[in-house]
């Protein structure tokens, strides 16, 4: 069988659901800040389907996009952002650009998900792009970014989940207690064919909650709140996120947001 390989649209499937990001962005800035945000940065945006659902879901929006890599955004200009009418294709701006050079945009709402700042290994790395997302921020900007932890982190395992059509495998290949670097690797095996290994590859550092909201503080922000994701009846992750002072449970494998105000 001659089945098309799309990984950008493997990945959104399995791992992306900006539709929901969005409102939970939204409804967030909203809590904390006592009024409606307009404009979102997406730091890392890769194929920018966070800034494209964004300004699907409210007609004051507009977003822009950052990320390095030529190739995602090429991708989600010839299919996310060609989905959307005139009017909010013109709300959307994307940049091939460095997030730790200066001169980036402000916004109400700057994000960086799916670990993306994780590739920064080195606290004065990390501490360095922490600053200058603190840099861009206006008094009522937030800053949102994901982070994940359990113990299953911290030795190597691969989960595979099955999808129809295919099945999704998110792979830690290496972990070093010395430095929390670990390696994590996508692949995907679409129904009757191979396995094919090694699709996105991640060279991170596992950073602790703690060491973050520690390296958030010395960046300047003065608040930093974290919300933790809820369990459905099987204790499983049900993708609704609540804010907690403490999570008063030690899974196995967690995720959580950090949202900081300056
Ligand atoms: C893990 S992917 C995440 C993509 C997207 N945010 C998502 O949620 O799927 C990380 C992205 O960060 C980009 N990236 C890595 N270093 C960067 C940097 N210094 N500045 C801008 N983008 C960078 C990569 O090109 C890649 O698209």
């Known amino acids: 069988m001659n089945q098309e390989f799309d990984k950008y649209k493997l990945y959104k499937a ?13 409804d967030t800035y909203r809590q ?6 307009e404009s979102l940065a997406e730091d890392f945006c890769g194929t920018f389907s966070m800034c494209c659902d964004w300004v ?5 929006h507009n977003a822009v996009g950052i990320d390095l ?6 991708y989600g200009k010839e299919n996310y952002l060609s989905k959307l009418t005139p009017e909010q294709q013109a709300k959307i701006k994307i940049m091939e650009a ?11 709402i700057i994000v960086a998900t799916n670990f993306s700042y994780y590739l920064f290994k080195k606290r004065n790395e990390l501490l360095a792009y922490f600053k200058s997302v603190h840099d861009r921020m206006g008094d009522d900007s937030m ?33 070093e207690p010395v430095t929390n670097e670990a390696q994590f690797y996508i692949h995907f095996q679409l129904d009757g064919e191979a396995k094919r290994e090694r699709v996105f590859k991640y060279d991170w ?26 369990n ?22 967690w995720i959580a947001y950090l949202v900081s105000e300056k």
């Not at 904390?32 to 945000?37: P, Q, S, V």
């Not at 699907?56 to 004051?60: E, P, S």
């Not at 030795?155 to 999704?168: A, D, F, I, M, V």
């Not at 950073?207 to 922000?221: H, R, S």
Request: net charge negative.
């Open 205 to 230: 550092r596992v950073w602790t909650m703690p060491e973050l909201i520690e390296i958030l503080q010395d960046a300047g922000f003065s608040k930093t709140h974290v919300y933790w994701e809820q």
């Open 143 to 175: 800053f949102l970014m994901d982070c994940f932890g359990g113990e299953q982190c911290y030795s190597p395992n691969e989960e595979e989940t099955e999808h129809e059509g295919y099945r999704y495998f998110w792979d830690q290949d290496t972990y």
């Open 98 to 108: 460095d997030v730790t050079k200066p001169g980036l945009p402000t916004a109400d």
């Open 56 to 60: 699907k879901l409210g007609d004051n």
């Open 32 to 37: 904390l800040k006592g009024k409606k945000a």
């Open 232 to 253: 459905d009846s099987d204790g499983e992750g049900n993708g609704e996120f609540k804010r907690v002072e403490r999570a008063n449970e030690d899974c196995e494998s």
């Open 69 to 74: 890599d030529a190739e995602p955004i090429a």
């Open 14 to 26: 399995s791992v992306q659901s900006t539709e929901n990001d969005v409102v939970f962005l939204r």
